[in-house]
């Protein structure tokens, strides 16, 4: 499995960070989180474009490409406090949808096998099948959960005739074992699907959606603490899946699928954030920017910041737990670091 490099455009890595071959273990040797791009749209019901997501998702940004951002909030800089690496694409072919899927998933179980966080920039959501069972694989079985963002549940079973597409990988993962049903948490859905068949199959898992009445009526602080009680009970390590889409159209138009109604900006950041300074996430996966439906890069430059306020989130989690005060959210800017 060689270093097949960007796919789709000039071959860069994530804001100018170091790269790696996932065929050469050595060159990821005690790296603490690897990206890793799996440009595959050809599971889209919709409006494709997600394939050229991962290069957007590394370019989008309007500082140098020097391999160092600083976070004003969490007073670190997580590019440069963690060994984090560009294994540069998968090699995907959108019309051989199982070749792809089991590139993906072999080259980011070789990543979390490693002891390094695998974190994919998608693509269309089919790609959460081989993200999340890469990542579970690498660790005891039935011991990691999962917490997803996403307007839609993706949890289909057949469609166009296949079992495979960004409507389906929820419950492929669940049948498969790979991801329990009552630790799977979906926060943002909305809209107008799934169908009551799917629901009741949804129910039958024990799984726990967050529609966004719910999250709206009862606070997105109070639905995160809830799912992470859950996230953590019985299980391990947390594999953590946005969907960009969870956020609302003028936040994020780019993306395939777009419902209204969703979570701001904001909101998606924060919860990222804290996320993955609470948790302990093995595995992480942003997916569905399509930058063909973007408008001035907006959903690409937010995507590009999930992925850094979750890396600067986990720089921080290890500087407390190493001593030393601990992060607090409403210090100062300028009041000590």
């Known amino acids: 499995m060689s270093r097949y490099g960007a796919m789709y455009g000039p071959d860069i890595t994530f804001l100018g960070i170091d790269r790696c ?35 957007a998702l590394r370019q989008a940004c ?30 995907c072919y959108s019309g051989d949808v199982e070749g792809s899927l089991a590139a993906i998933e072999e080259a980011v179980h070789r990543i979390a096998a490693s002891g390094a966080i695998p974190l994919v920039l998608g693509g269309d959501h089919t790609v959460a099948l ?12 039935g011991r990691t959960s999962m917490i997803h963002f996403d307007a839609h549940a993706d949890t289909g079973d057949i469609s166009f005739g296949h079992l495979y597409g960004h409507g389906q990988p929820m419950r492929r993962l669940i049948e498969s074992g790979a991801i329990r049903g009552d630790r799977f948490l979906q926060l943002g859905l909305r809209g107008y699907w799934p169908e009551p068949e799917t629901l009741s199959w949804m129910a039958a898992q024990n799984m726990r959606s967050y529609e966004m009445t719910e999250i709206v009526a009862r606070g997105l602080e109070e639905c995160l603490t809830e799912s992470f009680g859950i996230a953590l009970d019985e299980c391990d390590q947390v594999f953590l899946s946005v969907d960009i889409d969870v956020c ?19 909101q998606l950041l924060d919860a990222v954030r804290r996320i993955c300074y609470e948790l302990p996430v093995a595995g992480m996966e942003v997916v569905e920017v399509a930058p063909p439906y973007d408008h001035a890069d907006i959903t690409a430059y937010l995507g590009n910041r999930v992925i850094l306020e979750a890396l600067s989130a ?13 992060w607090d959210p409403r210090q100062p800017l300028l009041d000590g670091r």
């Open 314 to 326: 986990m720089a921080r989690r290890r500087r407390d737990d190493e001593g030393g005060p601990r």
């Open 248 to 266: 609302d159209p003028g936040h994020a138009p780019g993306t395939g699928t777009p419902e209204p109604g969703g979570l701001t900006a904001r």
């Open 21 to 55: 071959d996932v065929a050469d273990p050595a060159s990821y040797e005690g790296a603490d989180v690897v990206i890793i791009g799996a440009p595959f749209d050809g599971g889209t019901s919709n409006r494709p474009g997600a394939r050229f997501g991962p290069m």
């Open 62 to 91: 309007y500082l140098p490409h020097d391999g160092s951002r600083p976070s004003l909030a969490l007073r670190v800089d997580a590019l440069r406090d963690l060994r984090v690496l560009d294994a540069g694409d998968v090699e």
């Open 130 to 141: 081989p993200d999340a069972r890469g990542t579970a694989r690498a660790y005891a079985p």
